[in-house]
């Protein structure tokens, strides 16, 4: 390659810049291209049938209700749902809701047939969510009120002022800039509206902090060599006992959005929101050292051994270690 010495390099601006815009476009579309086919996999291959996450216990999700409300009631977020009540009571509904990488938008209908958002706009990259949205709406009688948009809602929706309802619920975490999200948000509501997030607020990238890997490994070797560590999908094998951080590089060539500036979350809301209401709901045990194991406990018959584990994360919540958080904030 030759390197033109800087006063032999030809000056022309306009044709130039066209090129650095023209190159930055393209691999802009080119993420959007590799996130929206990531979800568009991820919703083929969904794995039924088996209880890997949190968010399908019924008693952990109701835990973290009472975190956020005061009550254990059953349904997820239901618990920030019923903040919203208390705290927005005269606006309900809000009228018009957008929501950015909503999926298939079940969330926000959920929303809507609740009655705090009339209509939705919802952006997503994803086609086969949308797809599967979009038969969502008729099903519910909804289509009339939800609209699917594909595409990126920071280049297609200008910050002046036109919703009553920002919604993000684990959408918020995958931004690539969380800081020029929670902006734009804020831009994009009217004086009044509502900034409305439930989402991981952990460490990028699931880069966990030392304490948070200690604790986590301490509690799945005291289930080591019991059924609760068998592997859900390998019954014969055992789950890891020990916890460790992902290798950054492979998780961003899985998913280049899973956690990308997570860690930064809160504090670009209280950069854009100064009044806004966060309230950390913990994750330590049910997000990290439960994971995978959750298949393994009986909702019923092990009750008093999740609620047990429910306190240990509940005190570590209160030393400040937290993978989830949720936060209202109205637009002044």
Not at 29 to 55: C, F, Y
């Amino acid at each position: 390659m030759t390197v033109l010495p800087e006063h032999e390099i030809p000056h022309t601006p306009p044709y130039s810049l066209d090129i650095v815009v023209s190159m930055q476009e393209k691999h802009v579309q080119d993420q959007q291209k590799t996130i929206g086919d990531h979800w568009s996999k991820k919703t083929a291959s969904h794995q039924a049938g088996l209880k890997l996450r949190w968010w399908q216990s019924e008693l952990i999700v109701r835990h973290i209700n009472r975190l956020v409300c005061g009550d254990d009631i059953a349904g997820f977020s239901q618990g920030l749902v019923e903040l919203v009540r208390s705290r927005a009571a005269p606006s309900l509904p809000f009228g018009k809701g957008i929501s950015v990488g909503g999926g298939t938008g079940q969330k926000e209908m959920g929303l809507m047939r609740q009655g705090i958002v009339h209509t939705f706009d919802i952006y997503e990259y994803s086609d086969a969510r949308i797809q599967a949205g979009i038969q969502l709406a008729e099903k519910a009688g909804l289509e009339g009120r939800v609209r699917f948009i594909h595409g990126d809602a920071f280049e297609l929706v200008a910050p002046h002022q036109q919703y009553d309802f920002v919604h993000w619920n684990n959408s918020l975490h995958h931004m690539l800039d969380v800081d020029r999200a929670v902006a734009w948000s804020k831009g994009v509501l009217r004086t009044g509206g509502l900034f409305y997030m439930d989402d991981f607020i952990g460490a990028s990238r699931f880069q966990w902090p030392d304490q948070q890997l200690e604790i986590a490994t301490r509690i799945r070797h005291i289930f080591k060599n019991t059924k609760y560590m068998a592997h859900p999908s390998a019954p014969a094998d055992s789950l890891p006992a020990t916890v460790s951080r992902p290798n950054k590089d492979e998780l961003i060539a899985n998913d280049l959005s899973e956690a990308a500036d997570s860690e930064r979350i809160v504090e670009a809301l209280y950069k854009h929101f100064p009044n806004v209401e966060v309230k950390a709901t913990g994750g330590v045990v049910y997000h990290l050292a439960l994971s995978d194991m959750l298949h393994n406990f009986n909702e019923e018959t092990d009750r008093a051994l999740i609620d047990l584990l429910m306190l240990v994360d509940e005190l570590c919540l209160r030393l400040g270690q937290t993978h989830y958080g949720v936060a209202l904030a109205f637009k002044e």
